[in-house]
C-alpha cells in the first residue's frame, strides 16, 4: 500500500488530449450524458419518426452506430479532444456512457 512508485495524485488535465480545454469538455460531456434519457422520453417518437422507426428501433440503431464508430476509432487508434491516450486502445468512456444510456 505504501509503494512510493504508485501515483496517487494523478493530473488529469495532463493525461487529456487537449489539455485544460480537453479536460473540461470530457467532464462537460460526461455530465451532459443525463440528457440522452431525458430528450428519449419527451421527443423520442418524433426523433424516430423522421426516419420512420419507432422509439425504442431508433435507440438500437443509434446503439449500434456507437459500437461500430468506437470500433473503427479503437482499430485506428485514433483519440479526439478530451480523451486520454490509452484509450486510443480501449473502449473510451464516452463509449461506455453512451451504452448505457442507450
Same mark, same amino acid.
Not at 67 to 87: L, M
Given at each position: ?5 504508485i501515483?496517487v495524485d494523478?493530473?488529469h /488535465? ?6 485544460a480545454g480537453g479536460? $473540461?469538455?470530457? #467532464? *462537460?460531456l460526461? $455530465? +451532459? ?6 430528450m428519449?422520453? *419527451?421527443?423520442?417518437?418524433? /426523433?424516430?419518426a423522421y426516419?420512420?422507426?419507432e422509439?425504442?428501433q431508433?435507440v438500437?440503431a443509434v446503439g449500434l452506430?456507437f459500437? /461500430?464508430?468506437?470500433?473503427?476509432r479503437? #482499430?485506428f487508434? /485514433?483519440?479526439?479532444?478530451?480523451? #486520454? ?5 480501449q473502449? +473510451?468512456? *464516452?463509449?461506455w456512457?453512451a451504452?448505457?444510456?442507450?
Amino acid at each position: 500500500m505504501n509503494d512510493p512508485e504508485i501515483a496517487v495524485d494523478v493530473d488529469h /488535465i495532463e493525461h487529456s488530449v487537449g489539455g485544460a480545454g480537453g479536460h $473540461i469538455f470530457r #467532464r *462537460l460531456l460526461h $455530465i +451532459s450524458m443525463f440528457l440522452i434519457p431525458v430528450m428519449y422520453h *419527451l421527443y423520442g417518437e418524433t /426523433i424516430a419518426a423522421y426516419v420512420s422507426l419507432e422509439p425504442q428501433q431508433f435507440v438500437i440503431a443509434v446503439g449500434l452506430i456507437f459500437i /461500430i464508430v468506437e470500433a473503427i476509432r479503437i #482499430r485506428f487508434g /485514433i483519440i479526439i479532444v478530451g480523451q #486520454r491516450e490509452y484509450e486510443a486502445t480501449q473502449i +473510451s468512456a *464516452l463509449a461506455w456512457g453512451a451504452f448505457a444510456v442507450c
